[in-house]
């Protein structure tokens, strides 16, 4: 049975960069990493900023970032064999396919969420991924994520 | 036809979701938007419409692809 964990990045600025990611959820050979819920949000001032945002696929894996455990939901479920890393710092990966696209304003609080059965898969191969960029973005501020996903 | 995800601003579910069955992802479907759209025969679904995706490869399909390929330049079989 899948396990689901979570990815949770607080106050990180926007990226605000076609290259170079937000967020990256990396795959190994084992698992196929598949995202079914995404949450995203900032708790800076309040302000009408807006920012467009994409999930890519991605065939290498970035460095520099912050690396994250991610959590297991259950929490008698082992660690993850996905690794998970945020900005900032992150080196540019190599992009492919857009997953899920889409635009919001910094006022608001905006979450995915995939049917079962219907999520973004990754294919169980070493340093391939799924990566949250900020292609776009209007005035810099923090945003608040979490990413959750099941292998 | 059934969603295959939602998305949700401020707690309001405020468009649908529908998954390309060749590339996995997702894609806001609007009556009447002008986007390119495909219907795949095989899958019985909609197409995110994009050229690459015209060609029936299910999404399942592609994985195991890529899965081969890395295992074969990785261990030669």
Known sequence: ?151 | MREHGGFIVDGKQVATTLQCPHCGGHFVSVQGSGKRRCWCLKCCAVTCGRPECDECVPIEKQLELIEKAYKSAMYGN
């Open chain 1, 1 to 151: 049975m899948a396990r689901s964990y979570s990815v949770f990045c607080d106050g990180v600025a926007a990226q605000s960069s076609a290259t170079v990611p937000q967020a990256q959820i990396v795959a190994t050979t084992a698992v196929r990493p598949k995202i079914y819920d995404l949450m995203l949000g900032s708790a800076s001032t309040p302000a009408d900023q807006a920012a467009s945002w994409v999930i890519k696929r991605s065939t290498t894996a970035s460095t520099g970032g912050t690396a994250v455990t991610p959590s297991p939901i259950d929490p008698g479920d082992p660690a993850s064999t996905s690794t998970a890393m945020v900005a900032p710092t992150m080196s540019a990966p190599t992009l492919t396919v857009v997953l899920l696209a889409w635009a919001q304003n910094q006022r608001a609080t905006f979450r995915w969420v995939a049917a079962p059965g219907k999520e973004l898969v990754c294919p169980a191969t070493a340093n391939n991924g799924l990566t949250l960029m900020n292609p776009t973005l209007t005035s810099a501020f923090n945003i608040s994520a979490t990413i959750e996903f099941e292998e």
